[in-house]
């Protein structure tokens, strides 16, 4: 049996900094074995990264074949992202399933969203009235989360184009409820100001991107302990976003280039306002795999890089109820040249990946 020596320092949890640990038949302990030789390896060690917001069945054209799904999850894994929370699919993730060698995916099962309210061919699309039915079958197949999109472009009205709730407040809630008698949490894409309110009334256990937010809904959302992923590598293709509609929506293409020029600020906002702020790329369309390194680099520029660390490993592990390199814990983890939270750029440049207790990098 092949044994490891984490020379360390490991940060393992909040401010918690370890001088060594070893890792034997893959899993971590932090007492010295006695009879064991072990290979050393030198570095700061953090639980492996999480991207909380990624989209393995999705490249830049649409929909991928299985085999286009696990290299996007090797892109991922050699990046050093060891856990997904796949917030949405046009379909099965089931190449996935039993892979150790791949990062661990949490589902969100498929997109829910209402016809031509989406992009097409990438969500179940249902009328007004079956939402919270279809929220129980997508928590019944998932990993145990749901993907709502609460708001999106509404072509039908013309000119007067712009960002407008999918569902009304009592849909949201009735489909809410659903997922959670099914044991599932659910994720909700929003840009617009319109449907937050709907969606923290409901019960929301998570706000992708959260462009609309006001103070009064950052509030609500640190009260309430509702994380946001604020996707900002995503939100700097608003200002292309606009460009491109200025001519037949204007009205839409004011609000996005809005948002896009307040983007560091408002994520200052949510962060100085007690937010819990999570890194998650959106990895899958316009974004690239393996990027969690840069999105948290945009992030750095709204808080301290010492929460932006926290966010990309133990503290998004511990709100998905994943190991975080306890005692005992599977040795998912990541080697850098030197501490990340006073250098945010280390995480770009892994010198170790371990998955399972076995080497990656």
């Not at 200025?246 to 100085?272: K, Q």
Request: charged share 25%; glycine share 10%; hydrophobic share 45%.
């Amino acid at each position: 049996m092949t044994a490891y020596e984490l020379t360390g320092p490991i940060l393992a949890d909040e401010d918690v900094v370890v001088g060594r640990a070893w890792i034997l038949g893959g899993r971590i302990t932090y007492e010295a074995p006695r009879h064991t030789d072990a290979t050393r390896i030198d570095g700061w060690v953090v639980p492996g990264f999480v991207d909380m917001h990624c989209h393995l069945a999705v490249g830049p054209s649409g929909p991928v074949e299985e085999d286009l799904m696990v290299k996007q999850a090797i892109i991922e894994r050699d990046a050093g992202v060891l856990l997904i929370r796949d917030t949405g699919a046009p379909g099965p993730l089931d190449v996935l399933a039993g892979r150790d060698d791949l990062p661990r995916v949490i589902r969100s099962g498929r997109f829910i969203a209402r016809p031509k309210r989406y992009l097409k061919g990438y969500a179940v699309e249902v009328e007004p009235g079956q939402l919270a039915a279809e929220t129980a079958i997508q928590a019944r197949a998932s990993g145990g989360w749901v993907k709502l999109i609460a708001d999106w472009i509404d072509r039908d009205l013309g000119d007067a184009a712009d960002l407008t709730p999918l569902w009304e407040n009592d849909e949201l809630a009735d489909a809410i409820a659903a997922a959670h008698a099914a044991g599932a949490r659910v994720t909700a894409h929003t840009f617009a100001t319109e449907s937050l309110d709907g969606l923290l009334a409901a019960g929301i256990d998570s706000i992708e991107h959260g462009t609309g937010m006001t103070a009064a809904h950052i509030d609500r959302a640190a009260s309430a302990g509702i994380p946001v992923v604020p996707t900002l590598l995503q939100i700097a293709n608003f200002e292309s976003f606009a460009a491109q509609a200025s001519e037949r929506f204007p009205l839409f293409a004011i609000r996005m280039r809005r948002m896009y020029e307040r983007r560091h600020e408002h994520v200052t906002d949510m962060h100085d306002a007690g937010v819990t702020l999570l890194v998650g790329t959106d990895a899958g369309t316009s974004i690239a795999h393996g990027d969690l390194a840069r999105e948290a680099a945009e992030m750095a520029r709204c808080m301290p890089a010492s929460d932006v660390v926290a966010a990309a490993t133990w503290r998004a592990r511990r709100f998905l109820g994943a190991p975080i390199l306890a005692e005992g814990d599977p040795a998912d983890l990541v080697v850098l040249a030197a501490d990340p939270r006073e250098d945010i750029s280390t995480l770009s440049a892994p010198s170790g990946i371990m998955l399972g207790g076995l080497p990656v990098l």
